[in-house]
């Protein structure tokens, strides 16, 4: 009991102080453009689940709210499940709908950290598993979107959860008494249905845990992970309502749409706006080593130096860590060479990026192992720094993260997206409601996330042109793909702006 405390004392330690400061901070976070849409969505999803939805003259596409034609895709396993927490939180806190989506998103994210952890003791010490599990939890990037991304952080959940539980299945010796080891593969089964359900290429992680079955050559085992991957398939089925009706056609539809992905949007990179179907290779691997902190792939490097000499020595239980490595190459492989739509950051890829932090958590093994208690602590402490000062620094934009190696948030401002997501709109409707209370204020672009606010300020659709405005009438504009400097309105005098330093992503303006 006693070795169970301490293995478990570091993580809830972990987990209480995010919550304290998510507690003090998750109302600073604006709306993401998705959120409004996709929220819409997990409201309208659960009529599929009432017998109204079988009524003759239903209209079954009403289940996926005002954007069927793109929500039907994506798999509301973790709306189904989140939605009566973030109404219930709502309700007890007080807060809006939004804020409370906020704060069930990040507390999604702590148990993708607490599961990370109990991956990472496999194969580290207490200690050495979380400094690096902190070392994820304190990325600036995965901070921001740990609050307004209820699509690739839940996956990134959803998939640790589910190679969790398989690597728990395939540890129990070829011999064990089955009554030892359902309750894991039941579960393997059901997290990998909803992570398939939350998006369609979440097999994937299945196939982490195959191949983990395959190097420890638990052959023997092939049969009832067979029969767990017929329990997923049901569990994606049940929760996923676009595919009641042609389970396979309408799965085939998915993977087309979510392998060609038609999307045109404008993404500035390198100082250039490229369409996002037409991104050079680079941006996925520049995009890795610009927006996770400056230790992270010093630490990658020494961590992957280590594995390297603990397999040839045999001092490390390497079966489970390679599959990470082949996921990871296959779709790293797959951006570069094919170049799929990308754009804001690699914020669709968070799920392959387990392998990097887990690599920290060998540099952090191999390091303090020679150091002392004190001294590891201190040097751990170190390493953490920048993604501790880099949340303070660009609360509430964290998600707008860059290192140093570029000049942090404000280098890469005019030459790399920032505020993608037009988070900016909360301080500055909430200062515009403030300082100029009635007046109307004309919108740039995404009105219906200005809307989403509750503003009581008249939001207007903004004029075709700088004629078209009223002398003294105000417009909010952003700073995503540099459109202020590329749009007609630019040059209208800037009454306020707001961002991090002297990177501005919203400014409120003034026609003289």
């Known amino acids: 009991m006693k070795d169970k405390g301490i293995r478990y004392f570091p993580i809830l330690v972990l987990l209480l102080v995010n919550l304290v400061l998510a507690a003090f901070s998750f109302k600073d976070q604006g709306i993401s ?19 109204q939805a079988f009524a003759d003259n239903f209209d079954f596409n009403s289940v996926y709210g005002k954007s069927a034609s793109d929500h039907q895709y994506y798999g509301p396993a973790y709306l189904l499940i989140a939605q009566p927490l973030a109404k219930g939180l709502s309700e007890l806190l007080g807060s809006n709908i939004y804020q409370s ?24 010490k207490p200690f050495q598993a979380i400094a690096s599990t902190a070392f994820l939890a304190w990325q600036p990037l995965f901070w921001g979107h740990a609050y307004n991304n209820p699509k690739d952080i839940p996956f990134l959940v959803f998939c640790l959860a589910t ?14 008494p089955f009554k030892k080891y359902w309750g894991a593969l039941l579960l393997f089964g059901l997290f990998l249905g909803l992570t398939s359900s939350v998006r369609v290429i979440g097999p994937f992680a299945g196939g982490i845990v195959f191949l983990n079955l395959l190097f420890q050559k638990r052959f023997s085992k092939i049969p009832l992970f067979l029969v767990a991957g017929i329990f997923a398939i049901l569990v994606m089925i049940l929760s996923w309502p676009y595919l009641w009706t042609d389970p396979v056609n309408n799965l085939l539809a998915v993977l087309k749409h979510m392998s060609n992905n038609p999307t045109e949007l404008a993404v500035l990179y390198n100082g250039q706006i490229f369409r996002a179907n037409s991104m050079p290779a680079s941006f996925i691997p520049k995009m890795l080593v610009i927006t996770l902190t400056e230790p992270t792939w010093f ?56 392998i990097l932090f887990i690599l920290v958590g060998l540099a952090f093994r191999l390091i303090t192992e020679k150091l002392t208690n004190r001294v590891a602590f201190a040097f751990t402490l170190l390493l953490l720094f920048p993604g501790i000062f880099g949340i303070l620094q660009n609360h509430p934009y964290e998600y707008s993260y860059y290192n140093q190696f570029v000049g942090g948030t404000t280098g890469a401002y005019r030459n790399y997206e920032t505020d993608y997501w037009l988070t900016c709109y909360q301080p500055a409707l909430q200062w515009f409601q403030e300082d100029h209370p009635g007046q109307p204020l004309s919108i740039q672009r995404e009105i219906q996330l200005a809307r989403a606010y509750g503003s009581v300020t008249p939001l207007l659709e903004l004029a075709p042109s700088v004629d078209d405005l009223p002398t003294g009438s105000f417009l909010l504009s952003h700073s995503r793909a540099n459109l202020d400097q590329r749009s007609v309105f630019r040059n209208i005098p800037i ?12 400014n409120i303006k003034r026609v003289e």
Request: charged share 15%; net charge neutral; glycine share 6%.
């Open 33 to 51: 453009w998705d959120e409004p849409l996709f929220y819409d969505y997990a409201d309208a999803i659960r009529t599929a689940y009432t017998p």
């Open 299 to 354: 630490l990658v490097i020494i961590g992957g130096i280590a594995l390297v000499r603990w397999m040839i020595n045999k001092e490390i239980e390497w079966q489970s860590i390679l599959p990470f490595f082949v996921l990871f190459g296959l779709l790293l492989s797959y951006i570069i060479l094919l170049k799929p739509a990308v754009y804001d950051g690699f914020r669709h890829f968070f799920f392959i990026t387990p």
């Open 163 to 176: 190679i969790y539980f398989g690597f728990k299945f395939v540890d129990f010796p070829d011999k064990s």
């Open 495 to 506: 009454v306020k702006s707001f961002g991090v330093g002297d990177a501005n992503f919203c």
């Open 101 to 124: 989506w906020h704060l069930v998103n990040f507390l999604t994210f702590q148990v993708g950290l607490l599961v990370f952890y109990l991956l990472l003791i496999r194969w580290l």
